[in-house]
C-alpha cells in the first residue's frame, strides 16, 4: 500500500507563489509517474501536471505551475507562481503504477488526502 502526504497548502494573495510537496511511501518511486490534480468547491477534481519517473517529461494543463521530482528524497512539487482566486482548491497529488504521464484521475493508482490552497484577491 503506498501512502501519499502533500503539504505546502495555504493562504497567500493573487499574485503570490506556493509550492507543494507531496512525500511517497513507496522505495519505488522512482519507477513511477506522478500526477497533480485539484478540485474547487462544488467542481469536478481536474488535472493540473504530471512527470514522468525521472522528471524528464512533463504535462501541464496550467502554464503558471511547474511540476518537479526528486527521486533520493520519494517526493513530487508543485510550484506556483502568479497564483489567482480561481486557483482556490484543495490540491491532490497522485501515483501511477504502470504507463506514462496521464492526465486523467481514473489513470492513477493512489492518492494523498490533498492541502487545501487559497488565493485571496
Known amino acids: 500500500q503506498v501512502q501519499l502526504a502533500e503539504s505546502g497548502g495555504g493562504l497567500v494573495q493573487a499574485g503570490g507563489s506556493l509550492r507543494l510537496s507531496c512525500a511517497a511511501s513507496?522505495?519505488?518511486?522512482?519507477?513511477?509517474?506522478m500526477g497533480w490534480f485539484r478540485q474547487a468547491p462544488g467542481k469536478e477534481r481536474e488535472f493540473v501536471a504530471a512527470i514522468n519517473w525521472d522528471g524528464g517529461r512533463t504535462y501541464y494543463a496550467e502554464g503558471r505551475f511547474t511540476i518537479s521530482r526528486d527521486n533520493a528524497k520519494n517526493t513530487v512539487y508543485l510550484q506556483m507562481n502568479s497564483l489567482k482566486p480561481e486557483d482556490t482548491a484543495v490540491y491532490y497529488c497522485?501515483?501511477?503504477?504502470?504507463?506514462?504521464?496521464?492526465?486523467?484521475?481514473?489513470?492513477?493508482?493512489?492518492w494523498g488526502q490533498g492541502t487545501q490552497v487559497t488565493v485571496s484577491s
Open positions: 513507496t522505495r519505488s518511486f522512482s519507477m513511477y509517474a
Open positions: 497522485a501515483l501511477r503504477i504502470g504507463g506514462d504521464l496521464g492526465s486523467r484521475s481514473y489513470e492513477y493508482d493512489y
